[in-house]
């Protein structure tokens, strides 16, 4: 067993570290925030408008099996800061752990080539003031142990929340019906969570309308000043739409006004992100940098559900987001709680109308924006749980190398290219094949036990290796 996992980890670096490149593109990451895999108009939504993540998807890769690390927030957000299975700093859930001093960030890798880094949005990696009493966990005392604001982790430039806001008029609480709103909390009065720019530094002004266009009058700016400097940039945008408390304004539910109104409010303010989007493209475009600029677009994992379901995929409520028949959703680690919507876009450099039919996850940002700077994480001297992503969008490489794992609560998961592994902890795994049963309805764990038996050996290595991790032999 030792010299298997020793196997492993020395594959999982040199896999990680293929020959570099030696490009210094503008970064830009954006997440968005409970979006199921359905939830786009290029997937073909039957009635949501997305036309700027449609143009991005015409006009670079789309990814038909991307996967967020976790099938809740945070797990997922620290997959794409690290390139690490969270479990292996202690991240379990939402609201649970935080970025560790010694993970290395994206941004802190990205600084060793002088780039410029900013974080606009929900940070759900920790709290950010030791001082106020503050969304979820930030200001208690007791929680002291969790204070890992980004800019201790190599961002220049923060505008963040702890955790969630409302949709619309981020800093107010809303109706209950917008879902998801604390029982404590008074309609119109102040939400509780606040928007920072560093340690005591609480953003007071231009909070109002809509949170997606709150986000990206802030990160314009950063983009602005950082050509202007001449300098490279990492923009990681985390939305909180679609998150629940949705809501949004008459503009963005107008298009939608034959609909309920929880789908006007949940398609509404999908289209609000859209625009955003597309503002953001206009601005590379209008600047002279969008052919350098590398852009990636995903969803934290699948779409939340509200407390009176009608079926899988067709929620009562303002949590509206489908998953086109696959089972499961958030919080689940069936397809529905974690196959999402990805796109990347890097003009010049990936062939317009890419499909790229390997499974991916997020965890291959950092060994990819690693591999583009010419990064070795070999020197890091810590297993990687990504890989580089290039491969697939030129399309020289068809199949994953190693199975992508996933472990949630009592679920874990391992997929290997068209088979997945699925179980419950204490209980017997079940195998599916994606490419012939996506819906996952067909156990086939009896039928290729020998592939089940593989797979759940792979898992137990794997296994061991985060739990090393957890015990901080990487550090």
């Known amino acids: 067993m030792k010299l298997f996992l020793r196997a492993l980890f020395i594959s999982t670096l040199v896999l990680a570290c293929q020959p570099p490149q030696t490009e210094t593109p503008n970064i830009i990451l954006i997440m968005a925030d409970d979006q199921g895999w359905g939830d786009v108009g290029y997937n073909a939504h039957p009635h949501l408008k997305t036309p700027h993540l449609d143009t991005m998807a015409q006009n670079g890769a789309v990814f038909s099996r991307f996967y967020a690390a976790g099938s809740v927030c945070s797990p997922t957000r620290a997959s794409v800061m690290t390139g690490r299975h969270p479990s292996r700093m202690g991240i379990c859930s939402a609201n649970c752990g935080h970025v560790k001093d010694q993970e290395i960030t994206l941004a802190e890798l990205v600084k060793e080539k002088g780039y410029r880094t900013g974080h606009f949005g929900k940070w759900h990696l920790g709290t950010l003031t030791r001082d106020v009493l503050d969304a979820n966990r930030g200001g208690r005392k007791k929680n002291d142990i969790h204070y890992a604001p980004p800019w201790d982790h190599g961002f220049d430039v923060s505008f963040v929340t702890e955790s969630k806001v409302p949709t619309w008029d981020p800093m107010i609480t809303p109706t209950q019906n917008a879902e998801d709103v604390k029982a404590s909390l008074v309609e119109g009065q102040h939400f509780g969570t606040y928007y920072w720019t560093g340690p ?161 996850f997020t965890s291959d940002y950092f060994p990819t924006i690693a591999h583009v700077l010419g990064v070795d994480l070999q020197k890091y001297q810590r297993p990687y749980d990504g890989e580089n992503l290039m491969p697939y969008w030129e399309g020289k490489k068809q199949l994953r190398s190693k199975p992508l794992a996933f472990q949630f609560g009592k679920q874990y998961a391992l997929i290997d290219n068209d088979f997945k592994l699925y179980a419950k902890l204490d209980e017997a795994p079940q195998l599916f094949n994606l490419i012939d049963d996506s819906e996952e309805k067909k156990n086939l764990s009896e039928s290729q036990s020998e592939k089940t038996e593989n797979l759940s050996k792979h898992y137990e290595a794997w296994n061991l290796s985060v739990q090393n991790s957890a015990r901080g032999a990487d550090y």
């Open 200 to 360: 005591g530094q609480q953003v007071t002004k231009n909070l109002q309308g809509d949170d997606s266009r709150v986000i990206m009058d802030r990160v314009i700016p950063f983009i602005e000043q950082s050509v202007a400097q001449n300098q490279a940039f990492l923009s990681i945008i985390w939305f909180h739409a679609p998150h629940l408390p949705v809501l949004t304004g008459e503009k963005y539910k107008s298009p939608y006004d034959h609909l309920s109104e929880g789908q006007q409010h949940y398609y509404g303010v999908i289209s609000a992100l859209d625009e955003q989007v597309g503002r953001l493209r206009n601005k590379l475009k209008s600047l002279g940098v969008a052919d350098n600029t590398l852009v990636f677009y995903t969803s934290d994992n699948g779409p939340e559900t509200s407390l009176e379901v009608r079926d899988q995929n067709i929620p009562y409520g303002r949590a509206q987001g489908i998953t086109k028949g696959l089972r499961g959703r958030k919080r689940s680690l069936y397809e529905g709680g974690i196959r999402v919507p990805a796109i990347v876009e890097w003009p010049g450099k990936i062939k317009a109308g890419t499909q790229i039919d390997i499974p991916c």
